[in-house]
């Protein structure tokens, strides 16, 4: 990230903020970022203090107290600020990334990302926040490399996209605080500039979220040039697709869907129940569906309770589509309890499996 991108303002945060404010506070917060400026950080803090006393609610105050404490590395301090900031005012940005970068200065990068997410969900067009998002994926990617090294130091693979990685975000340019000479607007590659009442001077270029990758036993950048052509290959494409889409086991699939038919059963859910059979569904006596459907379900709902249970099921597949199954259902109802076996014939729909026929017995 470059400084234009990190003090970006929100013009309308800015304008919300600043004409909440009189022409005494404005100037009061303009003498303390003078302070944060030439480096006066414990002057700035406690007139910052001072400024809050009567005003505790002040986003502008608060937002140049966090700042003050970061440039203090007063890290825990400066985060329980921005984070209360975003409680008290959730639809501006500049603390969620405040606190990205805090996050991320301490390697906590599950949360630095948490964070930019929720910065770019009150404000999708603010840039800076998806910059640094994509710098935390390139140092949580760089992790994930750097393991898979560990594990197999011969993965090649790994080797270059760590490699290149690492050029791209060398470890010399890993986050900093800006200097006390730097803009007081621009703290912790922050967006101060939008919550001050006055216009700041141009900022240094600061530091962005860079991720610095833990040096590895991997090859030096030049012999992983000519490797690097691999990357575009993504060897790691399809087994990724197969591990996101397992082919379930058919037997486990039908047993569930046996089971979850007795449970609509139970339940009483006639439209549930009714939805397991197949639309060419044979019925008991040839009768016509409609008629079939309707006797089942005054069946159903006749009794106060049922309590429909399967045990002993075995799964017969005579091939992708087509399958049976064998079960010993008991039924419990209000005047009948009665056990049997029961027989479902079944066809794959899609990737639903249907009752086609019900058997009485083996």
Do not use: C
Request: net charge positive; glycine share 4%.
């Amino acid at each position: 990230m470059t400084s234009r991108h990190i003090v970006s303002a929100l013009a309308l945060a800015a304008f919300l903020i600043a004409a909440a404010s009189t022409p005494a506070r404005a100037d009061e917060l303009q003498d303390i970022q003078a302070l944060v400026k030439q480096g006066n950080h414990n002057q700035a803090l406690d007139r910052v203090n001072s400024y809050l006393a009567s005003r505790p609610k002040d986003a502008q105050g608060r937002f140049l107290k966090g700042v003050i404490l970061t440039e203090q590395n007063k890290s825990a301090e400066a985060i329980k600020v921005f984070t209360a900031l975003t409680e008290d005012y959730p639809e501006l940005p500049e603390p969620y990334n405040n606190l990205a970068v805090l996050y991320a200065s301490q390697q906590q990068y599950d949360k630095s990302r948490q964070a930019l997410e929720l910065a770019i969900q009150t404000h999708p067009s603010y840039a800076t926040a998806h910059e640094n998002l994509g710098d935390i994926y390139a140092k949580m990617a760089s992790q994930a490399y750097d393991r898979a090294l560990q594990l197999d130091k011969s993965n090649a693979a790994a080797q270059t996209k760590l490699s290149l990685i690492k050029e791209i975000f060398p470890i010399n340019s890993r986050l900093q605080r800006p200097s006390a000479k730097t803009s007081a607007s621009a703290p912790v590659a922050t967006a101060a500039k939008p919550l001050s009442v006055v216009p700041a001077p141009a900022a240094q270029p600061a530091k962005p979220i860079t991720p610095s990758p833990t040096p590895v036993a991997a090859p030096a950048a030049k012999p992983a040039d000519k490797p690097a052509e691999k990357i575009v290959e993504k060897p790691t494409e399809k087994p990724l697709e197969k591990a996101d889409k397992p082919k379930q086991d058919p037997t486990q699939a039908i047993l569930g869907m046996v089971n979850n038919w007795a449970h609509a059963w139970s339940n009483k859910s006639v439209g549930e129940y009714l939805g397991y059979y197949a639309p060419d569904f044979k019925t008991p006596k040839g009768e016509p569906r409609a008629e079939w459907e309707k006797f089942r379900k005054e069946r159903i709902h006749a009794p106060k309770k049922i309590l429909v249970s399967v045990s002993g099921a075995k799964v017969t597949l005579k091939d992708e589509t087509h399958a049976s199954v064998t079960f010993r259902q008991r039924y419990k109802a209000d005047t009948l309890n009665s056990a049997t076996t029961k027989t479902l014939v079944l066809v794959k729909s899609g990737d639903k499996w249907l009752i086609q026929q019900e058997r009485v017995g083996a």
